[in-house]
């Protein structure tokens, strides 16, 4: 099953995507981003969009993307949160959307490796294909928003994607 977003719906501290409790929701709190919460959303949704793309059986987990308040690297929490959400903490902020589009992309191919707590002596191979799916997903996105960015004046920022 894949991403499914049937609306952006503003929220107390920031956008919901929301999908009807569907499986596979993706919420944006934007505090900390210096960034608006929609233009957040447009990234992250586009890079996780081209990573679902050729595999639309992939896990589906309900998701938060938070700010992960300057602790140099981006990661994904082993505990859910009270809403039973996946946490998702991104190292970016204000308007550096190839980091964005890199961090989302890289952390969510995490959730869909089945992250999980435990012995890491394999932990190198999961890395290596997060690394490899967040460039992919950096190439596709610069190719796709040549013609079908998420908003039509972010087109001219296609080749900045690939050159990330």
Not at 55 to 61: D, I, M, Q, R, Y
Not at 91 to 98: E, L
Not at 150 to 162: G, K, M, N, Q, R
Request: aromatic share 8%; hydrophobic share 40%; with cysteine.
């Amino acid at each position: 099953m894949s991403l499914q977003v049937v609306e952006v719906a503003a929220s107390g501290g920031g956008v919901a995507l929301v999908t009807a409790a569907r499986p596979g929701s993706i919420r944006i709190e934007a505090d900390g981003f210096e960034a608006s919460e929609e233009d957040i959303a447009a990234v992250c949704l586009s890079a996780i969009r081209e990573l679902q793309h050729h595999c639309p059986a992939l896990p589906t987990e309900n998701v938060v993307i938070e700010h992960g308040g300057g602790e140099g690297h981006a990661i994904v929490l082993h505990e859910r949160n009270n809403h039973g959400e996946v946490v998702i903490r991104l190292d970016t902020g204000k308007t550096f959307w190839s980091q964005y589009a890199y961090q989302a992309a890289h952390e969510m191919c995490h959730v869909h490796c089945s992250f999980r707590s435990g012995p890491m002596q394999n932990q190198w191979f999961e890395e290596t294909i997060c690394e490899t799916a967040s460039l992919y997903c950096l190439r596709a996105m610069a190719h796709t928003w040549k013609t079908e960015p998420p908003y039509p004046h972010w087109a001219d920022y296609a080749p900045s994607l690939l050159e990330y």
